[in-house]
T-cell receptor, first 116, second 113 residues
C-alpha cells in the first residue's frame, strides 16, 4: 500500500485566497484525522471522521475552516479565506476502526502551507 | 480531562549516550499509551505502545514501561545514534474514544557524533 497520500506537499498562497488540502487514506481504513502542527502550538487535532461521518470538529479553529469526506477514499480540508496565521504543516492520518480498543494511526507526509 | 505532559526539549546527547524522555499522563479512564516519532520532514509514525499496566513496549532499541502507580510512560534507549535525531511524542488513547489520540507537546532529540 502507498500509505496515506496528501496533496499538495507544499502550498504558498496570498492572504484571502482559498486553500484546499487533500488526503487519500489507506484503503480499508475507516477513521480519518486532520492535524495542524506549528512551532507555537505543537500538534493539534482539527477534526476526525469515522465511516465518513465527522465525529469531533471541536478543534477546527473557526468558520474559515471546513472539512469534508465525501467517500471512504478522499477527504478535503478547506480554508477560506486564508490568513498568515494559518501557516503550518497540516497532516492527515488514517486508522482502521476496530471492534474495540485502539488501532494505530498512520500519518501522511503533510502539506506545508505558507500564507503570505 | 485527558492530558499528556512531556519534558521540554531540545535534548542534546552525544552518540552512544543513554536516553530518557519523561512522559506522564492524566486520564479519566484506563488508557493505552504510545510513543510516536517524527523524523525531519516526515509525518509521525508509531514507535511503540503498551495497552495495560506493567506492559513494556519496545522497538528499535527503545523501551517504555506502563507505570499505573506513577501514571508514567518514560521512553528510554541505552545507546542513541545520530539517526535517532527526531521529535518524540507521547500519546494516550481511551477505549471509548475510538482511535482518537491525545498527544503531548513533543520532545526534540538531537544526537551529535
Amino acid at each position: 500500500d502507498a500509505g496515506v497520500i496528501q496533496s499538495p506537499r507544499h502550498e504558498v498562497t496570498e492572504m484571502g485566497q482559498e486553500v484546499t488540502l487533500r488526503c487519500k487514506p489507506i484503503s480499508g481504513h475507516n477513521s480519518l484525522f486532520w492535524y495542524r502542527q506549528t512551532m507555537m502550538r505543537g500538534l493539534e487535532l482539527l477534526i476526525y471522521f469515522n465511516n465518513n461521518v465527522p465525529i469531533d470538529d471541536s478543534g477546527m479553529p473557526e468558520d474559515r475552516f471546513s472539512a469534508k469526506m465525501p467517500n471512504a477514499s478522499f477527504s478535503t480540508l478547506k480554508i477560506q479565506p486564508s490568513e498568515p496565521r494559518d501557516s503550518a504543516v497540516y497532516f492527515c492520518a488514517s486508522s482502521p476502526l476496530g471492534s474495540g480498543g485502539y488501532n494505530e494511526q498512520f500519518f501522511g507526509p503533510g502539506t506545508r502551507l505558507t500564507v503570505l | 480531562g485527558n492530558s499528556v505532559t512531556q519534558m521540554e526539549g531540545p535534548v542534546t546527547l552525544s552518540e552512544e549516550a543513554f536516553l530518557t524522555i519523561n512522559c506522564t499522563y492524566t486520564a479519566t479512564g484506563y488508557p493505552s499509551l504510545f510513543w510516536y516519532v517524527q523524523y525531519p520532514g516526515e509525518g509521525l509514525q508509531l514507535l511503540l505502545k503498551a495497552t495495560k499496566a506493567d506492559d513494556k513496549g519496545s522497538n528499535k532499541g527503545f523501551e517504555a514501561t506502563y507505570r499505573k502507580e506513577t501514571t508514567s510512560f518514560h521512553l528510554e534507549k541505552g545507546s542513541v545514534q545520530v539517526s535517532d535525531s527526531a521529535v518524540y511524542f507521547c500519546a494516550l488513547s481511551l477505549n471509548n474514544a475510538g482511535n482518537m489520540l491525545t498527544f503531548g507537546g513533543g520532545t526534540r532529540l538531537m544526537v551529535k557524533p
